[in-house]
């Protein structure tokens, strides 16, 4: 099987299997050690998008992935434009899982010359995996990493970008714990805020509706959040 740099696609291979929502988000921890198995077997491959079709993104088939956890490469590519973009100096991932989206993070620090990449991973065995990867990718001096809870790591000073990746239904306490630490010109994302998967998009408006942030939902196949806090804007 050819393998692919998982920071740059160039390759989609086939991936026939189906594969059911609540067996990707249903029990989280499991799975995740599941792909980490499979990802060793066969190595990175990208494959077509198979989660399923939503009123606001009907061909989801048109994006692609690495597995069903990893953001898709679109996502991973709007990432690293956004820390070109914005050129951050702290940028906060919460859920590392294998590393992948860390590494497009770091790789747009790396080309601005200079932030960090704060992310944290609560399980052990995933996070060694994580750091298995970035410690061989030449990306690590732009990395902090951290086998910790999102909700209890500690970030100094303020946050100019916020990736909220972690489990879903933790997402919202993510946001609301880090918000006052938020810069008001900084970007909040939220991934997996389809329509579908309702627990991350129904966070986010929940919090825009107490008018805490406001929100744009992206019509990705997983979806995401941008968002921005309300106060301390000009």
Known sequence: MIRVDPRYPRRL?????????????GKKEKNEHRIIHEVAQRGDALQPEYHRATPECPNPECWSMYDSM????????????MVRTLKPQTVVETGTFMGISTLWIAEGLQ??????????????SVFAKAKERIDKSGFAKWIDYRNESSLETRI????????????????????????????PNGLILMHDASSHLKTVREAALKMEHEGLISVVLVPTPRGMVIAQKRSGRK
Request: with cysteine; aromatic share 12%; glycine share 4%.
């Open 13 to 25: 291979f086939p991936y026939n299997r189906a594969v059911k929502l609540k067996e990707l988000f």
């Open 70 to 81: 990893t953001a898709e490469v679109e996502v991973l590519e709007f990432l690293r434009c």
């Open 111 to 124: 080309a601005n010359g200079f932030g960090k990449v704060i992310t944290c991973e609560y399980d052990s």
């Open 156 to 183: 100094q000073g303020s946050i100019d970008l916020l990736f909220s990746d972690s489990d879903p239904p933790l997402r919202e306490q993510e946001v609301r714990r880090f918000l006052p630490q938020m810069n």
